[in-house]
């Protein structure tokens, strides 16, 4: 199964939504890329010995990891999470999340800061660059699991925007424009 993105309808509405534009404007995968967001898609039923994500974790270093279910039965505090989730805010580290159950957003910026959502679903496993604003929603089923790694001890402190100034901020932009330079017009 392929992840699906699309560029945002902005509006006010329940955050939950898809808020596809009306045509719907996917985003491709080399679209995404070209942001440095990767993407696997894994068997969510054998993530506890899936030598797949045992081959991810080692070769890009994810020594630490943790579960979690977000749902308003099992989260404290649940719509004021969700409200801090869905703040635009980039991390000093890349943001590894890995979907067990259930569903979610998770909305970045392209390189025209046009906000792009990506739904992620059992099986997908997600990296964020350092220094990419993005946010996190669930969709309107309210449950997800995800799987959370990290090099090294657990780290998750968010920069609201505006970071312009932020060193991962600064080094995102920098390897954006190298790739813009080096990557032919049609990859866009």
């Excluded at 989260?75 to 989730?85: I, R, S, T």
């Excluded at 580290?93 to 392209?110: A, N, P, Q, T």
Aim: aromatic share 14%; glycine share 4%.
């Amino acid at each position: 199964m392929a992840l699906e993105a699309w560029f945002m309808e902005e509006d006010e509405e329940d955050q939950r939504l898809p808020h596809q534009k009306n045509p719907p404007e996917y985003v491709s995968m080399d679209h995404l890329a070209g942001l440095r967001v990767l993407y696997w898609n894994l068997n969510p039923n054998k993530y506890e010995h899936d030598p797949d994500l045992d081959r991810i974790r080692q070769e890009r270093g994810y020594s630490f990891m943790d579960l979690l279910d977000l749902c308003p039965e099992k989260v404290e505090n649940y719509d004021q999470k969700l409200k801090n989730f869905y703040t635009e805010h980039i991390h000093a580290d890349e943001e590894i999340r890995y979907c067990l159950e259930g569903s979610g957003y998770f909305d970045v910026r392209d390189k025209s800061d046009r906000w792009i959502r990506v739904w992620i679903k059992p099986g997908d496993l997600i990296v964020l660059p350092t220094g990419i604003y993005h946010r996190f929603t669930l969709d309107s089923d309210n449950y997800i699991k995800l799987m959370r790694l990290f090099v090294g001890e657990p780290v998750w402190t968010p920069f609201n925007r505006s970071q312009e100034d932020h060193p991962a901020r600064k080094k995102y932009v920098t390897k954006i424009i190298e790739y813009i330079n080096v990557t032919p017009l049609e990859a866009y």
